[in-house]
């Protein structure tokens, strides 16, 4: 019987397939016969073709990308039509349909997939029973069924779908990369999943309840359901470090999707890019909200009105630049409400005009002969000596960003005028050298610091304005374009103008958003948001001013400072004001699918015992090995390889020890040794517990967990971080006490 199933399952992937390849091959002779085309020696139908041409070679890689695991899932509907028969649908990683336009497969993203995911026996949504289909390659290797017969309900003890595809996916071993869930997604995580695009989504839920995952499939859900609004718009995905981005990045262009911006929280401002975490107590001053009061104060204390007269040499004559000149060009600068950079082009077109029209009384005092038409060339006289430049700069000097951060921490004279209810303590927190590397915690005030700042280069400005209006004639070109190529409906202008954009030939919507600080984004999601400070907040509602927010993360996982340690506070500075206030919804995630219940158990005890607030959540499955306790790190290594068990392994250890630690292991196991993102491609990635957040590994070696504790305020939290990294086992390296609440099972 379930031979014959199989084979009837087989031959069924098989059409599919064959519609697969057929499409494809539809696609490059599509492509062969574009790329034909003779479009003269022009270079706008040169560049026309070009784009036509990467349209169908996109395509084919869409297709090809699909092609493992094309189909997953049926649902047997109850019949609905006079004759009984079966209604089968079939669910995939894309919509198929056959030569006659009828579906064959259902995109798992359309709404009549999802009773796939969410039908149980208690509310079985109108499908008899649903079928797992576990392939490898091509071939269908094995079916799981499950009935929706209510009569069943009191046997039925678990509430997971399709138990068995799910602990093999669950059980095997992990290549350092995260991969898609989509044909085992629990009904919990499909609302999440599915839930609606506007306003702000905040999951909750403990180590390893998928909370990634579900934050991952929504960005491609939506985007597929909301493509007409996203996709000129884009979606951002923030994490907390590049190794979590090199972990999280084939996820979403095996479903499908490209149009996303991955950036770690270092990477949150276009043209710096910061690896560096400052000490606790300093990131968590940079990161509190106050700072931003600093930073508008800095600005405007840029601006000086000096207290004298000052004398100045002009081509020989002396001229004299009265303070209240310079106070009044100033007020008429700061009326239009223009950033610093940009009001400044005003203030010294007003303080040239009015020194220009004191030069020429005076000048004609003297007896010269000159009157109101020679005003233009004393100004330009003016704008070029030397004199001038110099008290107008010093009055209002261009300043970048950067410039202003890097002054404000090197001159500690100006920190105190700027903070006179600052402790000397406070202050010192910030002083560092000019030519220090800028920090993560630095990235939210740089910004700051832009949106006071506006522009440099207004030249760059300029250029930017240049391109919208190259853009707008761009749309109006592909228009003609569709209509000349005859391809009207199978291109919209608006991708064929992203093609012609100026930023090089393959500049998407996300290629164009992570360079642009101003862009504003559909939809942004953050993972392992209860990190984020209220100065990050404040940046990520300026890349998303609609609040249409996904949040995900832990809050017990807390192990920054600079962080808040419920919902309600961390989201403040997003929500305070707006009408989101009242309507953010909370959804909580309560099964743990990485962690074996021991682990889990003596991560979540600990977590309790220092007064983490824990969500609790129930481990699918258990594992074989229990915790061990051993004394030396590198004793552990050689412990875990001789079992010769395979897969990937992480070593945990407080900062501060990464360094020595990472020459121990270097000595004894070479090349296979890698720090932070670059250990996730090796056989042993040396981590700190930063650095492991929201990773994941068949093994991992906790090292001086006490040490860890101790590191910070947020100590416990950093422990259950490391401790709930394990899919297989834990080892827990100390030659003292271990912290209060482990468990060993
Ligand atoms: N429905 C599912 N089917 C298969 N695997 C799943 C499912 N849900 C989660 N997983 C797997 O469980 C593991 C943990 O998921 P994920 O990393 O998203 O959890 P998390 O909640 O973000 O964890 P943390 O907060 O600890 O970082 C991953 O390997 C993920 O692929």
Do not use: C
Not at 286 to 313: C, H, N, T, W
């Amino acid at each position: 019987m379930v031979d014959h199933e199989l084979q009837r399952e087989q031959e069924y992937v098989g059409t599919l397939y064959a519609r697969l390849d057929a499409l494809k091959r539809e696609a490059e002779l599509q492509l062969d016969a574009v790329r034909l085309l003779d479009v003269g020696g022009n270079h706008q139908g040169r560049s026309e073709r070009d784009t036509f041409a990467r349209i169908y070679e996109d395509r084919i890689v869409q297709l090809r990308e699909v092609d493992e695991r094309l189909a997953f899932g049926r649902l047997e509907l109850e019949p609905n039509d006079e004759d009984g028969d079966d209604v089968l649908r079939y669910i995939g990683r894309i919509g198929l349909r056959d030569k006659d336009l009828q579906p064959i497969l259902l995109d798992w993203r359309v709404p009549q997939a999802s009773a796939f995911y969410q039908a149980t026996a208690a509310t079985p949504l109108g499908a008899r029973a649903r079928r797992h289909l576990l392939s490898k390659g091509r071939s269908v290797i094995r079916i799981e069924d499950e009935i929706f017969d209510a009569t069943l309900l009191e046997s039925d003890t678990t509430e997971l779908q399709g138990e068995g595809a799910l602990l093999a996916a669950l059980t095997a071993q992990r290549t350092g990369r995260m991969s898609d869930i989509v044909a085992t997604i629990q009904a919990e995580q499909d609302r999440i999943i599915r839930s609606d695009l506007g306003g702000v989504l905040v999951v909750q839920g403990g180590p390893g309840t998928g909370k990634t995952a579900v934050a991952l499939h929504r960005a491609a859900y939506l985007l597929y359901s909301h493509r007409d609004r996203l996709k000129n718009s884009g979606v951002l995905i923030v994490g907390p470090s590049r190794s979590f981005l090199q972990y999280i990045e084939a996820v979403l262009p095996s479903l499908g999707e490209t149009g996303v911006v991955l950036a770690s929280v270092g990477q949150l401002y276009p043209g710096v890019e910061a690896t560096r975490e400052d000490s606790p107590a300093v990131a968590a001053l940079k990161g509190k909200a106050f700072m931003a009061g600093l930073i508008a104060r800095a600005v405007k204390s840029r601006q000086r009105v000096p207290a004298e007269p000052q004398v100045l040499d002009v081509n020989g004559d002396r001229l004299t630049l009265d303070p209240q000149l310079i106070q009044n060009a100033m007020n008429r600068a700061r009326e239009g409400g223009k950033p610093y950079n940009e009001a400044r082009v005003t203030f010294v077109k007003n303080a040239l005009g009015a020194l220009s029209r004191e030069w020429l009384a005076q000048l004609k005092s003297n007896g010269n002969s000159m009157d109101e038409s020679d005003l233009p060339m004393l100004r330009e006289d003016l704008r070029s000596a030397e004199d001038v430049r110099v008290a107008l700069n010093t009055a209002w000097l261009p300043l970048t960003p950067q410039k202003l951060l890097q002054d404000l921490y090197a001159r500690p004279q100006w920190l105190a005028e700027l903070t006179p209810r600052w402790t000397a303590e406070q202050r010192a927190l910030l002083r560092r050298s000019r030519d220090a590397e800028f920090t993560i915690a630095d990235i939210p005030l740089l910004d700051e610091a832009a949106e006071h700042l506006g522009e440099y280069n207004l030249v760059d400005a300029a250029q930017k304005r240049e391109q919208k209006q190259q853009r707008k004639r761009d749309i109006e070109n592909a228009e003609a374009a569709i209509q000349n190529m005859d391809v009207k409906g199978q291109v919209n202008a608006k991708d064929l103008a992203d093609n012609f954009a100026e930023l090089g030939d393959r500049a998407t919507t996300a290629e164009r958003a992570a360079l642009d600080r101003t862009w504003t984004y559909g939809h942004v999601v953050v993972d392992e948001a209860q990190e984020l400070s209220p100065m990050q907040w404040k940046l990520l509602l300026r890349r998303g001013p609609l609040r249409s927010f996904t949040i995900v993360g832990d809050i017990a996982q807390v192990a920054s400072a600079a962080a808040s340690s419920s919902w309600l506070t961390a989201l403040d500075p997003l929500l305070a004001g707006s009408a989101e206030a009242e309507r953010w919804r909370l959804e909580e995630l309560t099964v743990n699918y990485r962690t074996p219940s021991q682990i889990a158990a003596s991560a979540e005890s600990m977590a309790v015992a220092h007064g983490l607030p824990v969500t609790p959540s129930r481990a699918v499955r258990a594992s074989e090995w229990p915790i061990e306790v051993l004394t030396d790190a590198v004793e552990a290594v050689r412990r875990e390889r001789d079992l010769d068990a395979g897969g990937t392994l992480a070593v945990i250890v407080p900062e501060t020890g990464i360094d020595e630690l990472g020459a121990r292991l270097a000595e004894e196991f070479g090349s296979a040794v890698g720090l932070g993102a670059q250990g996730l491609t090796r056989d042993i990635a040396l981590l700190s517990p930063q650095e492991a957040k929201g990773l994941e590994f068949d093994s991992v070696i906790v090292v001086d967990p006490a040490g860890i504790v101790a590191a910070s305020e947020r100590g416990a939290g950093a422990l259950y971080v490391a401790m709930t990294r394990a899919t297989q086992r834990l080892y827990l390296v100390a030659d003292g006490d271990l912290p209060a609440g482990i468990t060993l099972g």
